[in-house]
């Protein structure tokens, strides 16, 4: 749980001299790693830097809040809105960004299963990285596993996704990096991965289209060569719209 006090920042950096971010950002850079908005940095930040980057993002948000010319210290609907937003970005809908990826049993096929499998829908929610507003969809994905493919538990999916999404997002690059995932672990003969997504940034603002949805796909291995496995999993994925 982050629940630390937001005082806790403040004596952090009075001590310190350093915000807890510069030194997360410091470690990046002289590791010569990228921290562009939907990759994980779990690996560069130390136990109890989370709850101080909390900390530090709450202050800041309350500079936004103060510049947007919101009364925080007598409307009493927004007095606490900069931890509560604080507390969402870091904890929940960019906690993707923040910690390891969830533990994976894998298991080996030990039945030598190599028929299509399909899993889904899965539904995600993630932030457009272009104005932070929601995308909220669905995913499928198909395996075509192998006698070496490694097998994992069907929510494991479910939890893949979840992590990947956890991120500030592009719907195109979401899909790939879970695609890169799934076959990192489990190494099938083919893979195929579709998502169909609402995206806010266009309902909500914009063109304020609130029908519009995006579908995109990645299809790796067998079911990029081979037109008949590709066309048996398209048509198994229930109608979309």
Not at 52 to 76: A, Q, R, W
Not at 179 to 186: F, G, H, P, S
Not at 222 to 228: I, M, Q, T, V
Request: net charge neutral.
């Amino acid at each position: 749980m982050l629940m630390k006090s937001h005082s806790t920042m403040n004596s952090v950096v009075a001590a310190e001299g350093t915000p807890v971010s510069v030194k997360i950002r410091e470690r990046l850079v002289a590791a010569r790693k990228r921290f562009h908005a939907n990759d994980n940095i779990a690996d560069f930040i130390e136990p109890g830097e989370l709850e101080l980057l909390l900390d530090e993002v709450e202050e800041k948000m309350k500079g936004v809040l103060s510049s947007l010319v919101i009364d925080v210290v007598h409307d009493h609907n927004t007095d606490e809105t900069a931890r509560r937003v604080a507390k969402l970005y870091v904890a929940e809908v960019f906690r993707g960004r923040y910690v390891s990826a969830p533990p994976i049993t894998e298991f080996p096929n030990a039945e030598h299963l190599n028929e299509l499998m399909i899993v889904g829908p899965i539904t995600v929610r993630s932030a457009c990285s272009h104005h932070l507003c929601p995308v909220i969809g669905q995913i499928w994905i198909g395996v075509l596993p192998n006698e070496h493919t490694n097998v994992i538990g069907l929510s494991k999916y479910a939890r893949l996704a979840e992590w990947v999404m956890g991120r500030p997002q592009i719907q195109e690059e979401a899909v790939v990096q879970l695609a890169d995932l799934i076959q990192q672990k489990t190494q099938p003969d083919g893979l195929a991965i579709v998502m169909e997504a609402t995206h806010f940034c266009m309902g909500w603002r914009g063109v304020k289209d609130m029908d519009s949805k995006m579908i995109n796909s990645v299809m790796r291995g067998s079911f990029l060569k081979d037109a008949n496995l590709r066309r048996e999993f398209l048509s198994l994925i229930p109608k979309k719209g």
